[in-house]
């Protein structure tokens, strides 16, 4: 599994940014967002219980991310057209304010090395990368717990800080100096 200090992955991915199919699909590259922070977080599949549950906790926060010029992107194995029918279908993802992308030939995830071997399906991973496209944060979780999408936000500011932040550090507490 890529970790810390390492380049995020190339990736091309279709992705589902709404519920009308006539515009519900785009392309998205490593480039689409250049420049800005991006947080990329899979989950193993469309149309299951403890999924939505973080993506819909992804969305509540999009507008705290996008105020630290950071861009989320949602990532699964599904193909783009399971991604719009389950947008279509699901309230808590009817209007999700980040695309949704399609990992479909598992390529992203089997460079990330985070293909699932019992499931074949993408682990519950979490990643930080910054403008230069080096990841500063992973988070894995086993296939039936969900993450904290709050200490993603904490870290990313904790990241952004560029300072020693203690443990349980939040944004506009202390942080911690060299003497």
């Not at 190339?10 to 590259?29: E, I, R």
């Not at 420049?35 to 939505?52: I, N």
């Not at 999408?149 to 904790?158: I, Y």
């Amino acid at each position: 599994m890529l970790g810390i200090g390492e380049k995020f992955p190339q990736f091309n991915l279709k992705g589902v940014v709404s519920n009308d199919p006539k515009t519900a699909f785009q392309d998205f590259t490593n480039a689409t967002h250049g420049g800005k922070w991006q947080v990329v977080f899979f989950w193993p599949k469309d149309f299951t219980f403890v999924c939505p549950t973080e993506i819909a906790a992804f969305g509540k926060l999009d507008k705290d991310f996008k105020d630290r010029d950071a861009q989320v992107l949602g990532v699964s194995v599904d193909s783009e057209f399971v991604h719009l029918a389950w947008r279509q279908n699901h309230k808590d993802l009817n209007n999700l304010p980040f695309p949704m992308l399609a990992d479909i030939k598992r390529e992203l995830s089997a460079a990330l090395g985070i293909i699932d071997k019992e499931a074949g399906v993408a682990q519950r991973a979490t990643y930080i990368v910054d403008p230069q496209g080096i990841i500063r944060f992973v988070m894995l979780t086993d296939l039936n717990v969900g993450r904290n999408s709050n200490e993603v936000l904490r870290v990313l500011d904790a990241l952004q800080s560029d300072e020693l932040c203690p443990c349980n550090w939040k944004k506009g507490e202390d942080t911690l100096k060299v003497a």
